[in-house]
């Protein structure tokens, strides 16, 4: 049997599960020691009441013969389609068809799989640092990869290289890991050089929902053009608690064709074939999720981590420290003290003050300084955290 | 941008939507006329009430901040793995490890999903007919694909041709569509073929709830010697009626080594970099379903589906017609008639009766002159569906 050797070139855990056995082991050698998880980009607000209310009625349903739910389509039911649909219309002015939308799991299995449907020998850009997974996914297939750093020099916001011969292109705006949000001018000289050598950009949105700014773009389609050349993936994780519920969407539209070839029909292929939908129970929690009500609850939560990101981008500022992010992002993308590297930075908040961050080198070489925080905690452990933040890079910029 | 060219190989629809669209002309055109569906697996019975109490129970816990889960482990939860680990102790009398035992949203995304841990030039073996999934998520990748015919001559039960040479072998016990099982000692000739071929089984056990002969195997790992070839994929969609709350599991043994390489270690990888778990809500019922009284309750949906398959194959044993499966499975698999096609027999029945089979051609040539009937009705329809199949398979003796 031969197995698929690009495995081999994967490092040997994938980053959180590290963060996650480091962190155990340190809490059972100082089991008194409180930890404050900055880390890991999981959400900490319950489900609002009319999520939770649509779950428990439609798991009443699935008990009732006549009201149980077998197989859905694969790609959606119809009712999620259209409540998303008019998301895009009401939030974003971009006009998408049910048909362009296709509900998943999750984004983190979207943007892994849509690889499926391109060719094996294809080269895919994408920023240094990045979300692990683009780069695991990528590495898996055995695609070549040209990474864009992103660093104080570009303002982490990497442009396109017209000289770079691309065929698939990762942007993931507000950006994971470093907080920082594209212009429209800027996404559209990435749509423009897209249309110009024919490559396609996977546009992970799962953090629009944080973009405070309305001239900020929330969707790639906002941009001319983007139709021609982008899919855009996006996740109720982050927008509305979903991270252990698993629902999110990948829009293709029907513009989008390749050598003749429907991209939108090609995903959609690859679903019907390798997928069975996701649980009727999650899609009509999501459907909730874009009711009024839903909607209202949803923006609350939001406005809460908004909170605690400000808190920690205040702390910050207020030590004049290097940091990007925690505006339109609940990531804030911190710069490690001097000759500190991210694990070492990492190894030292555990142990002096039980903050639980991410290593910015855990999302590549670019990071190797960085660590990134997150606003999903509650509040009282993000303020806590904050005041311990504040002792330990206080001393650090008196021995500068 | 290039794409995957292997998705052009692909016939334009996925056989189930084929039908879908056949049957909602026919049902367009002939508004008043009753239709029954003997064609899709799926279920009818609804959630029984220990799963349905606990899906809300787990709803609830969603909505309170202390009991609140955000993502869980990309595997699944250590009490779903310790739950099935008990469940193949206890009814098969096979012992795994929580490792060996990784969850999912279905077997139908990991049958497709396993290939990507192989070599892209692997040879894969399996049966015609079958799961079109299979064969369809194998072209997908550009596999090579050798068929082995299911049919009278060999009870439509492939053995294995020792001069073959393949990477990979596909089994489903009992199968889909033909309703048939392998013998244990069937079995283990094919254990044997893979040991010494250095070939891997990717044995599909969505089926084994069904079989009712404590002598035919429910596991291949009841087989001597499996452990070291097969990976087991099994669903809780024919087992509980999950199909549309989407869970199953995959079992790779940790024994399973290919080249030095830990199969279990590589799928891990592949799950943990491109899935991000079960939703918490499926895995809290999955487990119900383990439990005494969710257990008890699914007995009696399976019962329930055994004895419509009874009545079909009465039905088909009192006019003498030729057929396999229903008794081990929830599939029958029946000869058209004379000189009809699957297709011919598809819109006859359709037309002449109301009943929607699946054309057994959609499961590969081998099924050109069978249909796939389903137990997965309610009784009464399946009690009315006999009816009219034996009026409209009376006729065709007569007519012969």
Redesign the interface.
């Known amino acids: 049997?031969?197995?698929?050797?690009n495995?081999?070139r994967?490092p040997d855990n994938?980053l959180f599960?590290t963060i996650a056995a480091k962190t155990r082991a340190y809490q059972a050698a100082h089991p008194q020691q409180a930890l404050i998880k900055l880390s890991?980009g999981?959400?900490?607000?319950?489900?609002?009441?009319p999520?939770?209310k649509t779950?428990?009625d439609a798991?009443?349903e699935?008990?009732?013969?006549a009201?149980?739910?077998?197989?859905?389509p694969?790609t959606g039911y119809p009712w999620l389609k259209a409540a998303i649909r008019d998301y895009y219309q009401t939030t974003k002015g971009v006009t998408l068809t049910p048909d362009e939308i296709i509900i998943s799991?999750?984004a983190?299995?979207d943007v892994?799989?849509l690889l499926?449907?391109?060719?094996?020998?294809?080269t895919v850009a994408m920023t240094d640092p990045v979300y692990?997974?683009y780069w695991?996914?990528n590495v898996?297939v055995g695609h070549k990869i040209k990474l864009l750093p992103a660093t104080a020099k570009n303002g982490f916001l990497p442009m396109p290289n017209r000289h770079a011969r691309v065929?698939?292109i990762y942007l993931c705006n507000p950006a994971n890991p470093t907080g920082v949000c594209y212009t429209r001018e800027q996404l559209k000289q990435w749509v423009d050089f897209a249309l110009k050598h024919?490559?396609?950009i996977l546009y992970d949105a799962a953090y629009e929902a944080f973009v405070r700014d309305p001239q900020l773009p929330t969707s790639i389609y906002q941009i001319a053009g983007a139709k021609q050349c982008a899919i855009e993936i996006c996740s109720l994780s982050k927008t509305a608690?979903f991270?252990?519920?698993?629902c999110g969407y990948t829009v293709v539209p029907t513009a989008l064709i390749?050598?003749g070839?429907s991209?939108n029909r090609?995903w959609q292929?690859?679903q019907?074939?390798?997928?069975?939908?996701?649980?009727?129970?999650?899609q009509r929690a999501a459907a909730a999720v874009f009711s009024p009500t839903g909607w209202t609850a949803i923006q609350r939560n939001l406005r809460y981590y908004q909170r605690n990101t400000t808190l920690i981008t205040q702390t910050l500022d207020s030590l004049n420290w290097s940091y990007v992010g925690g505006v339109h992002s609940p990531y804030v993308w911190v710069r490690c003290p001097k000759g500190q590297t991210a694990w070492q930075f990492f190894d030292y908040l555990l142990s002096h003050a039980g903050i639980i961050c991410t290593p910015g080198v855990g999302f590549g070489k670019a990071g190797e300084h960085y660590v990134r925080l997150t606003g999903f905690n509650?509040y009282a452990q993000t303020r806590r955290a904050c005041q311990l933040l504040n002792k330990v890079l206080t001393q650090f910029k008196q021995n500068i």
Not at 1 to 5: A, D, E, G, L
Not at 272 to 282: E, M, P, Q, R, W
């Open positions: 049997m031969k197995i698929n050797r495995y081999l994967l994938y599960s890991i999981d959400v900490s607000r319950p489900l609002p009441v999520v939770v779950l428990q798991s009443a699935m008990g009732q013969r009201t149980f739910q077998g197989y859905g694969e799991d999750g983190k299995s892994a799989n499926d449907i391109f060719d094996p020998h294809c692990p997974v695991e996914s898996m065929d698939l024919h490559a396609v608690g991270t252990g519920l698993r390749a050598r070839v991209l090609l292929r690859r019907t074939a390798k997928f069975n939908g996701v649980s009727y129970l999650v509650t």
